[in-house]
């Protein structure tokens, strides 16, 4: 099976056509203001009209107002929900809308629970915990505690890049990897060679 590849925190065209033209499967926006990679909703739009055809779009949210999410839905042409705070399910299902979950890892018991708490969900993303941060830390986390047993698929987050992605797909085998600050130069600006080599490396080995 071949490991799908999410390029987030998008912020410029240019970068999402880097991202396309190297064989991202989705492109990923942060509608949330305190990131350093938060994104407008017609910034967002404009870079989603001038996708091709058959990647998905992604909107990652944290503990928003479901009007936010709605006008962002309407507005930006999003094909998935990420939501990355501490959203009940009933909360993520309202919008009729496919969409995953964020679960920040300490332990084993966390992605088990998650499982069973969101089982409404296209998919789980797992990523590395900070008490500080929802997400964005740049680290990477025990991939041993990930379960084999998985009723969803799973996407891998946190700390990844060129230099260990290989290696995070071989041993966790997910559905797909999640990289931001892994593909950067800076905050917000992607390396296109940061994007190619991430994707190229992905591909070698998934």
Request: some cysteine.
């Given at each position: 099976?071949?490991?799908?590849?999410?390029?987030?925190?998008?912020?410029?065209?240019?970068?999402?056509?880097?991202?396309?033209?190297?064989?991202?499967?989705?492109?990923?926006?942060?509608?949330?203001?305190?990131?350093?990679?938060?994104?407008?909703?017609?910034q967002a739009a404009a870079i989603v009209r001038a996708l091709p055809p058959f990647v998905?779009?992604?909107?990652?949210?944290?503990?928003?107002?479901?009007?936010?999410?709605?006008?962002?839905?309407?507005?930006?042409?999003?094909?998935?929900?990420?939501?990355?705070?501490?959203?009940?399910?009933?909360?993520?299902?309202?919008?009729?809308?496919?969409?995953?979950?964020?679960?920040?890892?300490?332990?084993?018991?966390?992605?088990?629970?998650?499982?069973?708490?969101?089982?409404?969900?296209?998919?789980?993303?797992?990523d590395a915990y900070d008490p500080q941060r929802f997400g964005g830390t740049g680290q990477?986390?025990?991939?041993?505690?990930?379960?084999?047993?998985?009723?969803?698929?799973?996407?891998?987050?946190?700390?990844?890049?060129?230099?260990?992605?290989?290696?995070?797909?071989?041993?966790?085998?997910?559905?797909?990897?999640?990289?931001?600050?892994?593909v950067e130069r800076e905050k917000g600006i992607k390396d296109p060679s940061r994007i190619?080599?991430?994707?190229?490396?992905?591909?070698?080995?998934?």
């Open positions: 099976m071949r490991t799908r590849v999410k390029i987030c925190g998008i912020t410029r065209l240019e970068d999402a056509q880097v991202a396309v033209e190297a064989g991202a499967d989705a492109i990923g926006f942060v509608f949330y203001a305190p990131s350093p990679r938060a994104i407008d909703v017609a998905e779009t992604v909107g990652l949210f944290v503990n928003p107002d479901a009007s936010f999410v709605r006008n962002v839905m309407d507005n930006a042409g999003l094909s998935l929900l990420q939501f990355h705070g501490d959203e009940a399910p009933a909360f993520c299902e309202q919008f009729a809308r496919r969409w995953m979950k964020a679960v920040r890892v300490q332990t084993r018991a966390d992605i088990e629970s998650a499982y069973d708490t969101y089982s409404q969900a296209s998919g789980l993303l797992v990477t986390f025990d991939w041993s505690l990930i379960p084999d047993e998985r009723p969803k698929p799973l996407i891998l987050a946190g700390g990844l890049n060129s230099a260990n992605v290989a290696g995070a797909v071989e041993a966790v085998r997910p559905w797909a990897v999640d990289v931001s600050g892994g190619i080599e991430f994707i190229r490396e992905v591909n070698r080995v998934g």
